[in-house]
């Protein structure tokens, strides 16, 4: 027999982000109006596989999701796998958890990467509010159930003789809470009401989103992230040359109904977006194999919840008491964070994260810290623009953000340890979700 | 993009009836498809001397080679073709070897000519005629430069005469440089085969007896890593293909606007997509970055990357003058500048430019277009000597009328007459570019410095 040796708890190995594709995101109704949600993710798998030659590759697992979602597309991530370059025989799984999904499949596969289960993976997200599913009403839906349980013809037609015209009408989807019935863009208001954040400083947020994609854009920042998709080469919702002027000139469209003044506008909230993103993950030895770069490391990852129906914080609050659990775990304060990404949802959730994090008051009482949890210096939040600029579509958000913040930190460190520097590098990523859900997770340059 | 009237032309009634009025009637070409044999019917190889000889061992030879024997030197590897020495009557050759490099006066030409012009009438659909000669220098006796330099008139002549998708090409062999040379071999072979379909009418020089002859001709790229520029669609697209069916792992570059068609390329050939504007001032850093971190190594550069901006030159805009300028020339001359001085291409790398006839003979409203592809010939020429001391080379391939999305722009009528201005009366194809491309690409091409190959059916314009 064998000696054994002493059974400790071993290191989980390193996890990476080796790269990332997406397709430019599109406004609802534009130029993706006839492509599904498998259509997107394919073409974003497919742009991915010809960036780092994985043609004919069998991955170790692909995970991806869609929030709005047909009820064909149940195995949407396996279909959208078989139809693209890569080897039939990579596995892949379907995630949905809101406007998480992208980053919580980047968390998972990363973490199954460290236990040694997977030597690659792809994570990914798509969504598309124009190819979306539209469902008929619970009566009809009810009566042609009935229908096709009936043994007779006479069965049949009596339930049939239930349907009224107005039974007829589709049940079209919406993004509003299904216990509140409010919107998240009405939520948000609340929150926004409730921190007072202003007009002037969420139309700032939006601006320097659309400022810096559009800078990235034009440095080539994207040449390696993104792949045109029918005729669409950069995000179409980005507008170079807007101006706080012409963001000043929006009329308000959330919080209307508030005693406070309403400051929410098409401007300085996302828009209904389609569009689909992928993030190529691996091991060292898996990296080093296929001749690809660790970009960074999938350090930590920490997920919340607040009680958005009963209690006092906002739907979209989750990450102000994730991240300092997060950053907890590792002895770091925000701080030492060189790159802090916060899914720009609305202008006002960045902002009322923030405030939130900069009140000594909410530190002590709600976060159990001694004061304020901290701030954030605006030269390295959200660095090559966000959703403000981008869009949102939904699952596709969070491979957009790991994608561009890995390559970020990859560069930000090679520079740094040119320059005799060989502190490490570090970002927070920071998504919120509807159902008061958020996921935050913690990048360090490789 | 398809040619209606060559369909025509070659099926059912309308067939017979081109025929019966006398109208242009080209024909379908022989093109290249791996497994398929050189040659699809005899061979004839006239003219007499040892280089004659080894010729038609070459080329009579067993796949695998034949020992020496007398005078003859040993052929390490045979093409397997049934060869006759002297024209048989009734034979259908599919191709006649004209060995001329011993002609001392134009009476030399005569037995070998006749020998071949009794051939002409049954020689195969797609046949091949292919002289090997001597370059008539200013050093030699008038007489023998008179001969050497009256095969090229012959041969542009006779590729003229030259129906049914026959060709007729030449290879011009280098004081010094055996016939034996790879590349006076591997140029023969290419003339010979199916992959110089569209060229016709020309006489490629071999300069040097560099290169080395692959161990599979259909696998000629094994081992090698190249870039093609401008390899999103068309001729771009077919080059890529056509070296990774020969054996190269490809990086396909192209503006990241183009990146959808792009992507598709590099998941067909297998290989990588980079995105990258080629006028990018870094763009010959990134090139070399990526082929090295993603391939480990870089042989071939293929500069297919170009645009057009037509206008008469009394109306060119600036801007017109200057963008086809920047990608179509300058691009080139920067990334060639470094990779000249990376380091990192000096394993006989082989660098291989799109120039254009445009560039050559000229064409109305491309002043630009053809400054632009006339300084490709200058630059290939020029950037070849530096590249030799590593075993590499610069060749460029200047396309004529080639069926492509650019070209089916030209309005229908003068499309038409364009197609029927050469040879071959007919358009060539992406892919006929990309196989003189990936020929002069070629390991076996070593001994190519600085030329241009045209692939035009023997356009009636330029040389």
């Known amino acids: 027999m064998a000696t054994r040796t002493p059974s400790t708890s071993p290191t989980p190995r390193a996890a990476y982000v080796l790269g990332g594709n997406r397709i430019p995101f599109a406004r609802a109704g534009g130029k993706y109006a006839q492509a599904s949600n498998q259509d997107m993710l394919t073409a974003a798998l497919d742009g991915l596989v010809a960036r780092y030659g994985l043609q004919g590759e069998s991955i170790g697992e692909v995970a991806a999701g869609a929030v709005l979602k047909h009820s064909r597309d149940f195995n949407l991530t396996r279909e959208a796998v078989l139809g693209s370059a890569l080897a039939p025989t990579t596995p892949a799984y379907d995630v949905q958890q809101a406007c998480a999904t992208g980053l919580e499949t980047v968390v998972s596969l990363s973490n199954k990467i460290r236990l040694g289960q997977l030597e690659s993976a792809i994570a990914g997200g798509v969504d598309t509010t124009s190819d979306a599913p539209i469902a008929v009403s619970e009566k009809l839906r009810r009566v042609l159930l009935d229908v096709s349980h009936a043994k007779t013809p006479q069965q049949r037609l009596q339930a049939l003789a239930r349907l009224r015209p107005k039974d007829l009408a589709p049940a079209t989807p919406r993004t509003s809470e299904p216990r509140t019935h409010l919107s998240m863009g009405e939520h948000q208001a609340l929150t926004t009401a409730q921190w007072e954040i202003t007009r002037e400083a969420q139309d700032e947020v939006a601006l320097r989103s659309h400022q810096r994609l559009a800078a990235a854009y034009d440095d080539g920042f994207f040449d390696d992230l993104v792949t045109p998709y029918r005729g669409l080469t950069r995000d179409a919702n980005l507008r170079a040359d807007t101006s706080l002027e012409k963001l000043a000139k929006l009329k308000p469209t959330f919080g209307l109904g508030l005693d406070a003044p309403a400051t929410m506008t098409a401007g300085n909230s996302t828009p209904l977006t389609d569009g689909a993103s992928t993030v190529l993950l691996g091991s060292a030895d898996w990296a080093a194999a296929h001749d690809l770069t660790p970009l960074a490391a999938v350090v930590d990852a920490e997920a919340g919840a607040v009680d958005f129906v009963h209690g006092v914080d906002g739907l979209l609050m989750a990450p102000v008491f994730a991240v300092p659990r997060l950053l907890a775990r590792h002895g770091l304060r925000l701080e030492d964070l060189e790159y802090v990404e916060i899914h720009e949802a609305f202008a006002s959730t960045v902002l009322t994260t923030l405030a939130a994090w900069g009140s000594e008051e909410f530190g002590r009482e709600r976060l159990g810290l001694d004061g304020a949890f901290g701030t954030v210096d605006p030269a390295r939040l959200n660095v090559h623009g966000s959703s403000l600029a981008a869009g949102h579509p939904f699952a596709a958000t969070g491979g957009r953000i790991v994608a561009t913040i890995a390559k970020e930190l990859h560069a930000r460190r090679a520079s740094q340890v040119a320059a005799g520097d060989d502190s490490p590098v570090r970002a927070l990523v920071s998504v919120c979700a509807a159902g008061g859900l958020g996921l935050t997770a913690l990048l360090e340059a490789a | 993009m398809t040619d209606r009237y060559l369909e025509l032309v070659n099926s059912g009634l309308t067939q017979k009836l081109a025929q019966q009025l006398g109208l242009p009637r080209p024909a379908v070409l022989r093109r290249h498809r791996p497994g398929r044999p050189l040659l699809d019917g005899p061979a004839l190889v006239l003219g007499t001397g040892p280089d004659a000889d080894l010729v038609a061992r070459l080329l009579s030879s067993p796949a695998g080679g034949a020992p020496t024997t007398g005078e003859t030197p040993a052929v390490l590897d045979g093409w397997d073709v049934e060869v006759h020495r002297h024209a048989t009557p009734d034979v259908r050759y599919a191709a006649v070897v004209l060995v001329l490099t011993g002609v001392e006066h134009p009476d030399d030409l005569t037995a070998p000519v006749l020998a071949a012009a009794s051939t002409l009438k049954r020689l195969r659909p797609g046949g091949r005629v292919v002289t090997l000669s001597h370059p008539a220098l200013d050093s030699d006796a008038p007489a023998v430069a008179a001969a050497r330099q009256g095969v090229d008139g012959f041969l542009r002549s006779l590729a003229k005469e030259l129906r049914q998708g026959a060709t007729g090409n030449g290879v011009v062999v280098a004081p010094g440089v055996p016939v034996s040379a790879p590349s006076v071999v591997a140029a023969l072979r290419f003339f010979l085969s199916a992959r110089s379909a569209f060229v016709d009418g020309q006489l490629l ?186 075993g590499g080379t610069a060749n460029a391939v200047a396309p004529g009328f080639i069926e492509t999305e650019m070209t089916a722009r030209i309005p229908a009528v003068t499309r038409q007459v364009a197609r029927r201005l050469n040879s071959l009366q007919q358009g060539g194809q992406p892919v006929d570019v990309a196989e003189a491309i990936a020929f002069l690409a070629s390991p076996a091409a070593g001994g190519i410095l600085g030329r241009t190959l045209r692939v035009c059916g023997q356009n009636m314009v330029g040389r």
């Open chain 2, 205 to 390: 020089e071999v300069d040097s007896a560099a290169g080395e002859l692959p161990t599979d001709w259909e696998k000629p790229l094994a081992g090698k890593v190249a870039v093609v520029t401008g390899a999103a669609r068309g001729i771009g697209a077919a080059i890529a293909d056509v070296l990774a069916r020969d054996g190269a792992s490809v990086v396909a570059v192209d503006v990241p606007a183009a990146g959808e068609q792009l992507a598709q390329v590099a998941n067909r050939v297998r290989g990588t997509a980079l995105q990258l504007d080629v006028t990018a001032p870094d763009a010959g850093d990134r090139i070399i970055a990526h082929a090295k971190a993603r391939h480990g190594r870089l042989d071939v550069v293929v500069h297919n990357a170009g645009i057009t901006r037509d206008k008469l030159l009394a109306n060119m805009s600036d801007d017109r003058w200057a963008s086809v300028l920047a990608v179509n020339i300058a691009a080139q001359l920067r990334i060639n500048e470094a990779l000249l001085t990376s380091g990192d291409f000096a394993d006989e790398p082989r660098i291989v430019s799109l120039a254009s006839t445009s560039g050559i003979a000229g064409n109305r409203g491309q002043t630009n277009y053809a400054a632009s592809k006339g300084g490709v010939i200058g630059m290939v020429r020029a950037t070849a000597p530096l590249l030799a001391p590593f």
